[in-house]
């Protein structure tokens, strides 16, 4: 099962940015945060990952609280075509299934 | 073009029948995988594999059955559909699977099969 809890929807106005939360309370210490989206039933696209610390790329930005209990993915200029439903996953450091559970869909309003 | 796809895109077959679903990758990873995705349960893992002619089971693995003679292809098969396994099924590649934790998995897009 998914060790993550996620709202099950939210809204983002387009252009701001959007904050999207995970829980993960029972994560581990060797064990790391993937984000990843689907976009109207494509295949999922790897957005961002992290252990510790807070990681930036061209996409996304993500923050993870020191106790590593939580995390936040944003996307800092929301667009239309960021509509999507984000998976948050822990993946332990030696496993290779990724427990998808079932998201937030994320609904970028013009 | 490098990446990773699957065929057919969509499929209807009947309940009995024999499916053969096909994915293909060209970034020579060694780990491919199998997910199927439903209504209320994300995705699931039902096979993957970490070489040529090495597979296990997933999460999900009953009325399927997997090969891999060549690392680019990775078949699955239904050897005798049930309406339950109407579902999508997305094929995914990754580098190093499990032997390193940062090592991302990349989807193809996914095979709508309907059993009637």
């Known amino acids: 099962d998914a060790k993550t809890t996620q709202p099950t929807s939210m809204d983002c106005a387009e252009g701001r940015a959007a904050n999207l939360p995970c829980n993960h309370s029972t994560i581990s210490g060797n064990e790391y945060v993937y984000w990843y989206r689907q976009i109207h039933s494509q295949g999922p696209q790897y957005i961002i990952h992290g252990l510790k610390n807070n990681e930036t790329n061209e996409m996304a930005s993500l923050i993870i609280t020191e106790d590593r209990k939580s995390s936040t993915l944003i996307l800092p200029h929301a667009t239309l075509r960021d509509t999507a439903v984000y998976y948050c996953i822990v993946r332990v450091a030696y496993g290779n299934q990724f427990y998808f559970g079932t998201g937030t869909s994320l609904t970028v309003i013009p | 073009d490098a990446g990773i796809t699957q065929s057919p895109r969509y499929k209807i077959t009947e309940t009995g029948r024999q499916v053969t679903l096909m994915c293909h990758q060209t970034?020579?990873?060694?780990?491919m995988f199998w997910y199927r995705q439903d209504l209320g349960h994300g995705l699931r893992l039902i096979y993957y594999?970490?070489?040529?002619?090495?597979?296990d089971k997933g999460e999900v693995p009953d009325g399927y059955v997997v090969s891999r003679s060549k690392t680019e292809n990775f078949p699955l098969t239904l050897e005798s559909a049930t309406r339950s396994q109407t579902s999508v099924y997305f094929c995914a590649s990754s580098g190093r699977g499990g032997q390193v934790a940062t090592d991302t998995q990349y989807f193809g897009p996914g095979t709508r099969l309907t059993v009637l």
């Open positions: 970034w020579s990873h060694s780990y």
């Open positions: 594999s970490a070489a040529a002619d090495i597979t």
